[in-house]
């Protein structure tokens, strides 16, 4: 079959029509998502813990939210109202709440370009934030229920060369230095993986566990 000139212009200009109705749709999705996000709320206790990391990726993706914050003595009350009675919550400007940060962190990384396209870069990301969550729970556990002084002491000897929470820190270290490049843990751009270790790692330096 042969095709003349204006066959082609023709196919290009259809093309051309059914690209930009593509895109425009992607648009809409994209703006229909982050409507939802239109008066979102964190809410945590008044502290960094584990919902800096939403509240960074929130504040990178240009959301306006509300930052609640609990205070202890406000959680034997409040606990029984929330989805698996944990913190922290993200509760979008539709009324729907979500818990489990991590999971959190999946449905707003990819509305910011943080959370990898790539399905092998995104279960990097998942795989990291799994061990520094491992680092955390690993922290905090070291010494509990000791006075102050023996459960820094303990501490102390965990974070020393040869110590769990040390190896534990080496293991993150070569896994970073593996799969990351350019100064980001997971890839050669920052991902929400960046986010979790930065807030993790400076809460233990801060001495805030």
Known sequence: MLFSAVDYRCDA?????ILKNQILFKKSIIMAEMDVLLGCKVTNFDMPGRA???RLALAIGGVDFE????????WPASKPTWPFQALPALTLGNGEIITQWRTILRFLGP???IYPSDALLAMRCDELMDAVDDLIVKTNSTGQGLPVEEKLAKRIEAAAEGGSI????????????KYGSGGYAIGSS???ADLVLFNAVGMATSGFF
């Not at 200009?13 to 029509?17: Q, T």
């Not at 930052?67 to 406000?74: Q, S, T, V």
């Open 13 to 17: 200009e259809g093309a051309h029509v």
């Open 52 to 54: 800096e990391a939403l």
């Open 67 to 74: 930052d609640e914050r609990l205070a202890f003595a406000e």
């Open 111 to 113: 509305k910011f370009g």
């Open 166 to 177: 040390a190896k534990h820190m080496g293991c993150l270290e070569a896994y970073i230095e």
């Open 190 to 192: 920052i991902t929400v």
